[in-house]
């Protein structure tokens, strides 16, 4: 059974400070994504990474991932409070079904 | 990309009580997910749908308490039947297209 774990759940930052967001999976996958969610709202997609090294970069955020180590991380440079959100990652059941299991999301709180 | 449409955006209703939710997609897809998204909590699968088939739903789910319905290519249903307060929830349909996995607004389910 795939299991994702992300840490840490719960995350105050100083605007202009970095930091970076763990996601841990059990077993294989094809497709590691990103989500951010602003309360009260739908899943935003910010990064899918597909094979091993796959680095993106976006403004603020940085997502890469390690396949071997199944660990995606989501870096978080020069924090502004602009960025306040929970952050989820998932990933795709073996077999490319299309199926995601999400970790429990990081909420992200960047204080003034 | 795909743009998904969902009804209602949101709804109250009493215990022991069903709603149906509706989600549209811009697109023909093969498949058709619904999310549930409990209060403070992340997203868990509920079930895949797709067209010409029964639902398939994951550990947890049955159909019985949450029938789906996928006439076509660019539509389904689920239905959230003898509603508790537990059934309180974001609903949330999904579609992949283009390596992405995209979802809809989201139907947030009040259950008093």
């Known amino acids: 059974e795939l299991k994702v774990e992300q840490n840490p759940l719960f995350l105050s930052m100083q605007e202009g400070k970095n930091y970076t967001i763990y996601c841990n999976y059990s077993?294989?996958?094809?497709?590691l994504y990103w989500y951010r969610q602003d309360p009260g709202k739908s899943l935003e997609s910010l990064f899918v990474?597909?094979?091993?090294?796959a680095v993106k970069q976006e403004g603020r955020l940085m997502a890469s991932l390690d396949t071997k180590a199944r660990l995606s991380t989501l870096h978080i440079t020069a924090a502004v409070h602009d960025l306040s959100a929970t952050y989820f990652c998932a990933v795709d059941t073996p077999g490319g079904s299309e199926k995601l299991v999400f970790g429990k999301g990081t909420k992200l709180t960047v204080n003034p | 990309s795909a743009v998904i449409s969902q009804k209602p955006s949101r709804d109250i209703c009493q215990r022991g009580t069903s709603l149906t939710i509706q989600c549209q997609v811009d697109s023909q897809v093969t498949m058709m997910f619904w999310y549930r998204q409990q209060p403070g909590q992340s997203l868990t699968l509920i079930a895949t749908a797709n067209q010409g088939s029964e639902a398939t739903y994951e550990s947890g789910f049955v159909i019985d308490k949450f029938p789906i319905s996928r006439p076509n290519l660019t539509f389904s249903t689920l239905t959230v039947s003898n509603m508790s307060p537990e059934d309180s929830s974001i609903y949330l349909c999904?579609?992949?297209?283009?390596?992405?996995?995209?979802f809809g607004p989201g139907t947030r389910l009040t259950v008093t």
């Open positions: 990474l597909l094979s091993n090294g």
């Open positions: 999904s579609v992949g297209a283009s390596n992405e996995q995209y």
């Open positions: 077993t294989t996958s094809d497709r």
